[in-house]
């Protein structure tokens, strides 16, 4: 059984589905229809996906949900930039990396949520490009601060955004 | 009427209209070019600006500003895969994958192009419909709401961006997003654990942030590149994409058509003009192979889509007092507070007033258009820029914007949580598109369902004959293509 | 390491822009004056609180008065952040009742509207009841007689009065929702409702061109310019009047300092008697019809007091 990136999102996907049916089975018949409709039928497709993704041997068999459709052999396949394997070879960048990205995003909004939103601007701006992007302190500090001047003039004086309200 | 007309058009003639004019078509750039603000902020923000101002004049800078969002919107949405407003989403279809090829220019030159021609087209056809735009609101009803939402969801059929199963799974996830919130029928909240914010859903705004800025942005970052990579700006692209407009004028009709009929219809939302008319553009294309890559139709499409739906939403507003969009519900407040009442009466007593709005919408647009080609091979630089620099700003400000919208920290979150979603949706061959098609779409295929229902009954669906025709156009779009797989030979032999 | 010290000297000193200080009423106010309006721009609420915000203004000696609009939840998430915020009479917020007391009244929120800083009523509105030119229904009678009527509501807690005036006029209605009130209205325009109840602001300007047809006026009086229309009070049902009517409030959080309040209630109960402003009000037919701070409060408590014997319609329509 294969443990990939492919597969564990697949996961995801089905079980996010599968609560969703799961929780609308308490609700009256008009509010559940539409949930078990789109539901039902979703997590038959993923679940053939997650298969495919997982075993090798039903990549083989369901080689229909890897296929390209009736629609696809109308579109010419040379040149396509997002095929499936092409993305995911494209983004040979492991995942480590994306996901200090995360957490970056992460601190970023709880920040805007405690502190003044200018200020976390131009710290993160700096610290993201200085750190993660190893770009050069100078240019670092100039992009910020010239990025946070223009947050606060537009949000702060002209829109007076507030996170804090 | 034509006195009217005359009427209307003086005030933009003085030095005082004309310098308004200016002022709000720079600030609804602005406001277009940033995530998360739009046509409504900009407009709720020129208000108070406008207290002191006559009627006309209150006309000219609201619309000013209203009438550059479009064409702005799409200028980050061609840049940097960021739609500036949810109405340039289908622009960066294939848009941004010019841009990666170097060809910002021509995608900037079509883009000015088709939305101001297709701003045009939306504001000749509303200065025309006035007369029988009655007729025309009451013809469309929940079945064809449906209808049309049940034909924008099939285009995920058709913009699968690899795999066409994933494609089906983005847009079954999508649906199954667009059941949270308050079910408006039952009144009964679904998937929404007590929590108020998520009484709404999932708003298509702050995802459509999220997954194009966003995501965007993380690839970027992580990859380390500039927008364009290793590809030269073509500098002569700008009036190649000019030229391209009119090369493609079905396209374009096509596109403009589609985008007044939505944005005349009111409850559809002028966010689905621009993708059914992208989804219009591939179904009737003989050469499909191109579209999610880089084929300017796709821009052309959707940006002639995107500028007319403002004229078409412009007649329940001025004919009912209804307005069409939200932009809309804004600028009639507005005109309240300038004592002008709005509805039929608004039609009888102030035609001048109406076109002073229609020709400030126009020159509005033509104005920012003007703006975007002059400055085209400056903004295509941009994409040269490492995306070290450009990303962290894109995070901030797309987050900062969702905040912005409405005052919500939800609506940050739910950014955040489509923005690494999204990543993972692109990064792994799903279909962003499907996805955020299926969200818009799915709340209002739900709605006009059970309205048709109750209303109607099953039958409602068929008896009506513009329901009836998009149902069948629906089965002739989805079929055609497994058609015309099969050859004449191929037929004759699956007969004997 | 030096990096992470200057960023948490950064963030320690971010944090002290947001420090509050005592307040006089004469110093009051010291900063900009956020209304927090729990709808989208453009609609009726926001319309009014933006009509009144000049003169507001000038009542407090030319003080900056904004709006903030905070839509969504069901009008709940925007009272909240009017509800929680500091009580230094800097955020005030526009409350719209029967909604927001009904949902109370069903339970399941954290607010209480008794605890409010009541500044004053802006105004007040009856409903109509309108019908669709192409119902098969031509008259009250009409619809009282029906096995099964269609009626369009915008959502359903904001159609609560017209649900329970429905089941007190005997009309077996089957509510259909819309997403605003304004698509209801285009719907009953269609006929593909039977009838609507809106506000009389909202429907006034298609009741005049003929697109609907009045039948039923929630009021004491006969309104001026639908003379031949009925009231409610005709038809024997008074006390639906204080059920099927909306109010646009001024108020602010609970426990505001005593002097800062009075003087916001005198700025307030000033302002909405400004000749001008009422002028210009009922020349967009958008008329104050205001009362002042005590008023208010008690009208909010006869608020919750009419609707406390439905709860359980309630509960069954909302939870």
Same mark, same amino acid.
């Given at each position: 059984?294969?443990?990939?990136?492919?597969?564990?999102?697949?996961?995801?996907?089905?079980?996010?589905?599968?609560?969703?049916?799961?929780?609308?089975?308490?609700?009256?018949?008009?509010?559940?229809?539409?949930?078990?409709?789109?539901?039902?039928?979703?997590?038959?497709?993923?679940?053939?996906?997650?298969?495919?993704?997982?075993?090798?041997?039903?990549?083989?068999?369901?080689?229909?949900?890897?296929?390209?459709?009736?629609?696809?052999?109308?579109?010419?396949?040379?040149?396509?930039?997002?095929?499936?394997?092409?993305?995911?070879?494209?983004?040979?960048?492991?995942?480590?990396?994306?996901?200090?990205?995360?957490? !970056? /995003?992460? =601190? #970023?909004?709880? @920040? *805007?949520?405690?502190?003044?939103?200018?200020?976390?601007?131009?710290?993160? $701006?700096?610290?993201?490009?200085?750190?993660?992007?190893?770009?050069? !302190? /100078?240019? =670092? #500090?100039?992009? @910020? *601060?010239?990025?946070?001047?223009?947050?606060?003039?537009?949000?702060?004086? $002209?829109?007076?955004?507030?996170?804090?309200? | 009427?034509?006195?009217?007309?005359?009427?209307?058009?003086?005030?933009?003639?003085?030095?005082?209209?004309?310098?308004?004019?200016?002022?709000?078509?720079?600030?609804?750039?602005?406001?277009?070019?940033?995530?998360?603000?739009?046509?409504?902020?900009?407009?709720?923000?020129?208000?108070?600006?406008?207290?002191?101002?006559?009627?006309?004049?209150?006309?000219?800078?609201?619309?000013?500003?209203?009438?550059?969002?479009?064409?702005?919107?799409?200028?980050?949405?061609?840049?940097?895969?960021?739609?500036?407003?949810?109405?340039?989403?289908?622009?960066?279809?294939?848009?941004?994958?010019?841009?990666?090829?170097?060809?910002?220019?021509?995608?900037?030159?079509?883009?000015?192009?088709?939305?101001?021609?297709?701003?045009?087209?939306?504001?000749?056809?509303?200065?025309?419909?006035?007369?029988?735009?009655?007729?025309?609101?009451?013809?469309?009803?929940?079945?064809?709401?449906?209808?049309?939402?049940?034909?924008?969801?099939?285009?995920?059929?058709?913009?699968?961006?690899?795999?066409?199963?994933?494609?089906?799974?983005?847009?079954?996830?999508?649906?199954?997003?667009?059941?949270?919130?308050?079910?408006?029928?039952?009144?009964?909240?679904?998937?929404?654990?007590?929590?108020?914010?998520?009484?709404?859903?999932?708003?298509?705004?702050?995802?459509?942030?999220?997954?194009?800025?966003?995501?965007?942005?993380?690839?970027?970052?992580?990859?380390?590149?500039?927008?364009?990579?290793?590809?030269?700006?073509?500098?002569?692209?700008?009036?190649?994409?000019?030229?391209?407009?009119?090369?493609?004028?079905?396209?374009?009709?096509?596109?403009?058509?589609?985008?007044?009929?939505?944005?005349?219809?009111?409850?559809?939302?002028?966010?689905?003009?621009?993708?059914?008319?992208?989804?219009?553009?591939?179904?009737?294309?003989?050469?499909?192979?191109?579209?999610?890559?880089?084929?300017?139709?796709?821009?052309?499409?959707?940006?002639?889509?995107?500028?007319?739906?403002?004229?078409?939403?412009?007649?329940?507003?001025?004919?009912?007092?209804?307005?069409?969009?939200?932009?809309?519900?804004?600028?009639?407040?507005?005109?309240?507070?300038?004592?002008?009442?709005?509805?039929?009466?608004?039609?009888?007593?102030?035609?001048?007033?109406?076109?002073?709005?229609?020709?400030?919408?126009?020159?509005?647009?033509?104005?920012?258009?003007?703006?975007?080609?002059?400055?085209?091979?400056?903004?295509?630089?941009?994409?040269?820029?490492?995306?070290?620099?450009?990303?962290?700003?894109?995070?901030?400000?797309?987050?900062?914007?969702?905040?912005?919208?409405?005052?919500?920290?939800?609506?940050?979150?739910?950014?955040?949580?489509?923005?690494?979603?999204?990543?993972?949706?692109?990064?792994?061959?799903?279909?962003?598109?499907?996805?955020?098609?299926?969200?818009?779409?799915?709340?209002?295929?739900?709605?006009?369902?059970?309205?048709?229902?109750?209303?109607?009954?099953?039958?409602?669906?068929?008896?009506?004959?513009?329901?009836?025709?998009?149902?069948?156009?629906?089965?002739?779009?989805?079929?055609?293509?497994?058609?015309?797989?099969?050859?004449?030979?191929?037929?004759?032999?699956?007969?004997? | 390491?030096?990096?992470?010290?200057?960023?948490?000297?950064?963030?320690?000193?971010?944090?002290?822009?947001?420090?509050?200080?005592?307040?006089?009423?004469?110093?009051?106010?010291?900063?900009?004056?956020?209304?927090?309006?729990?709808?989208?721009?453009?609609?009726?609420?926001?319309?009014?609180?933006?009509?009144?915000?000049?003169?507001?203004?000038?009542?407090?000696?030319?003080?900056?008065?904004?709006?903030?609009?905070?839509?969504?939840?069901?009008?709940?998430?925007?009272?909240?952040?009017?509800?929680?915020?500091?009580?230094?009479?800097?955020?005030?917020?526009?409350?719209?009742?029967?909604?927001?007391?009904?949902?109370?009244?069903?339970?399941?929120?954290?607010?209480?509207?008794?605890?409010?800083?009541?500044?004053?009523?802006?105004?007040?509105?009856?409903?109509?009841?309108?019908?669709?030119?192409?119902?098969?229904?031509?008259?009250?009678?009409?619809?009282?007689?029906?096995?099964?009527?269609?009626?369009?509501?915008?959502?359903?807690?904001?159609?609560?009065?017209?649900?329970?005036?429905?089941?007190?006029?005997?009309?077996?209605?089957?509510?259909?929702?819309?997403?605003?009130?304004?698509?209801?209205?285009?719907?009953?325009?269609?006929?593909?409702?039977?009838?609507?109840?809106?506000?009389?602001?909202?429907?006034?300007?298609?009741?005049?061109?003929?697109?609907?047809?009045?039948?039923?006026?929630?009021?004491?009086?006969?309104?001026?310019?639908?003379?031949?229309?009925?009231?409610?009070?005709?038809?024997?049902?008074?006390?639906?009047?204080?059920?099927?009517?909306?109010?646009?409030?001024?108020?602010?959080?609970?426990?505001?300092?005593?002097?800062?309040?009075?003087?916001?209630?005198?700025?307030?109960?000033?302002?909405?008697?400004?000749?001008?402003?009422?002028?210009?009000?009922?020349?967009?037919?958008?008329?104050?019809?205001?009362?002042?701070?005590?008023?208010?409060?008690?009208?909010?408590?006869?608020?919750?007091?009419?609707?406390?014997?439905?709860?359980?319609?309630?509960?069954?329509?909302?939870?």
């Amino acid at each position: 059984m294969r443990i990939s990136a492919r597969s564990i999102f697949s996961f995801f996907l089905i079980v996010v589905v599968a609560i969703m049916v799961f929780l609308s089975f308490d609700y009256n018949d008009k509010a559940r229809f539409f949930p078990l409709l789109f539901g039902g039928v979703t997590i038959i497709l993923i679940g053939l996906q997650l298969l495919s993704d997982c075993f090798s041997g039903f990549e083989k068999r369901l080689a229909f949900v890897g296929r390209k459709s009736a629609f696809s052999k109308l579109i010419k396949t040379g040149g396509e930039t997002q095929n499936p394997s092409e993305a995911e070879q494209s983004s040979g960048v492991p995942f480590v990396r994306v996901f200090r990205l995360f957490l !970056w /995003l992460v =601190a #970023l909004t709880a @920040a *805007l949520y405690f502190f003044n939103y200018v200020a976390v601007s131009v710290v993160f $701006i700096f610290l993201l490009i200085a750190l993660e992007a190893k770009a050069g !302190w /100078l240019r =670092a #500090l100039f992009v @910020a *601060l010239s990025v946070g001047i223009f947050i606060f003039a537009l949000f702060g004086i $002209i829109l007076r955004v507030n996170f804090q309200v | 009427m034509l006195a009217s007309a005359l009427e209307g058009f003086m005030p933009l003639l003085s030095w005082s209209g004309l310098l308004l004019l200016l002022l709000g078509t720079l600030m609804g750039m602005l406001f277009g070019i940033l995530p998360g603000l739009g046509g409504p902020q900009v407009l709720a923000l020129l208000i108070p600006v406008t207290y002191g101002l006559s009627p006309h004049m209150a006309t000219i800078i609201l619309i000013g500003a209203m009438g550059a969002v479009p064409f702005s919107g799409s200028i980050t949405a061609i840049l940097i895969n960021t739609p500036g407003t949810g109405a340039s989403a289908a622009t960066t279809f294939d848009g941004f994958p010019l841009s990666r090829q170097g060809k910002a220019g021509l995608a900037l030159g079509a883009s000015a192009t088709a939305s101001a021609l297709g701003a045009i087209f939306g504001a000749a056809v509303l200065a025309l419909l006035i007369p029988v735009g009655r007729q025309v609101i009451m013809a469309f009803s929940y079945p064809e709401f449906f209808m049309l939402a049940i034909m924008g969801l099939s285009v995920i059929a058709l913009v699968s961006q690899g795999s066409p199963w994933k494609s089906l799974i983005s847009g079954g996830f999508g649906l199954m997003l667009s059941t949270i919130g308050s079910d408006p029928i039952t009144g009964l909240s679904r998937f929404t654990f007590g929590n108020f914010y998520l009484w709404d859903g999932i708003k298509p705004v702050p995802a459509l942030i999220g997954m194009f800025a966003i995501a965007e942005s993380i690839d970027l970052f992580i990859k380390k590149e500039s927008i364009a990579g290793q590809h030269k700006i073509l500098i002569s692209g700008v009036w190649d994409g000019i030229r391209s407009v009119f090369q493609n004028f079905g396209v374009f009709l096509r596109g403009s058509i589609i985008g007044t009929v939505i944005g005349i219809i009111p409850g559809v939302g002028g966010v689905v003009a621009n993708f059914l008319a992208y989804a219009q553009t591939i179904q009737t294309a003989k050469d499909k192979s191109g579209f999610g890559k880089g084929d300017i139709r796709g821009v052309i499409a959707a940006e002639a889509a995107n500028n007319a739906k403002d004229g078409g939403a412009l007649v329940p507003t001025v004919v009912f007092g209804i307005p069409g969009s939200l932009e809309m519900a804004v600028l009639l407040g507005a005109l309240i507070l300038h004592g002008l009442e709005p509805g039929p009466d608004l039609l009888l007593d102030r035609l001048d007033i109406i076109f002073t709005l229609i020709f400030t919408l126009v020159l509005a647009n033509i104005l920012v258009s003007v703006i975007g080609l002059v400055s085209a091979r400056q903004l295509a630089r941009l994409t040269k820029i490492p995306s070290a620099y450009v990303a962290p700003v894109i995070f901030c400000l797309s987050l900062i914007g969702a905040y912005s919208m409405n005052n919500l920290f939800g609506d940050v979150l739910v950014t955040l949580c489509f923005g690494i979603f999204g990543y993972f949706v692109k990064r792994l061959g799903y279909s962003k598109i499907a996805l955020v098609i299926a969200l818009l779409l799915g709340k209002i295929a739900q709605e006009s369902f059970h309205q048709t229902l109750v209303s109607m009954g099953i039958k409602g669906f068929f008896v009506r004959p513009i329901s009836l025709c998009l149902f069948i156009l629906i089965l002739v779009f989805l079929t055609l293509p497994y058609l015309k797989t099969f050859s004449p030979r191929q037929a004759k032999g699956l007969l004997k | 390491m030096k990096k992470l010290y200057v960023c948490l000297i950064v963030f320690v000193l971010t944090l002290g822009l947001c420090g509050p200080g005592a307040l006089t009423a004469e110093a009051f106010p010291q900063k900009p004056i956020t209304i927090i309006v729990p709808f989208s721009p453009g609609g009726g609420a926001d319309t009014y609180v933006r009509l009144i915000i000049p003169y507001l203004s000038r009542q407090l000696d030319g003080a900056n008065v904004i709006v903030k609009n905070i839509p969504g939840g069901d009008m709940i998430t925007g009272l909240m952040k009017i509800y929680r915020a500091r009580p230094d009479g800097h955020t005030l917020g526009l409350f719209m009742t029967p909604g927001q007391a009904v949902r109370q009244i069903v339970g399941g929120v954290n607010y209480d509207l008794g605890k409010v800083t009541w500044l004053g009523r802006i105004s007040t509105m009856g409903y109509i009841m309108a019908l669709s030119p192409k119902s098969k229904f031509k008259s009250l009678e009409e619809l009282q007689n029906a096995d099964k009527v269609i009626l369009g509501v915008a959502n359903i807690s904001g159609a609560i009065g017209t649900l329970i005036s429905s089941e007190k006029l005997k009309i077996k209605i089957t509510p259909l929702a819309h997403r605003g009130s304004r698509e209801a209205i285009l719907a009953a325009i269609r006929g593909d409702v039977d009838f609507v109840q809106f506000p009389i602001t909202t429907l006034r300007p298609v009741l005049k061109a003929g697109d609907l047809k009045p039948v039923l006026v929630f009021s004491k009086n006969r309104l001026a310019d639908f003379q031949n229309i009925p009231t409610i009070d005709e038809l024997g049902h008074p006390t639906l009047i204080d059920i099927v009517k909306i109010g646009y409030y001024l108020g602010g959080p609970p426990s505001m300092p005593l002097e800062i309040t009075r003087k916001l209630e005198k700025a307030v109960e000033a302002a909405l008697k400004d000749k001008e402003l009422r002028a210009k009000a009922d020349k967009v037919k958008r008329p104050i019809i205001e009362s002042n701070a005590p008023e208010a409060r008690s009208d909010i408590h006869a608020i919750l007091d009419s609707y406390a014997p439905f709860k359980e319609v309630l509960v069954k329509y909302l939870k």
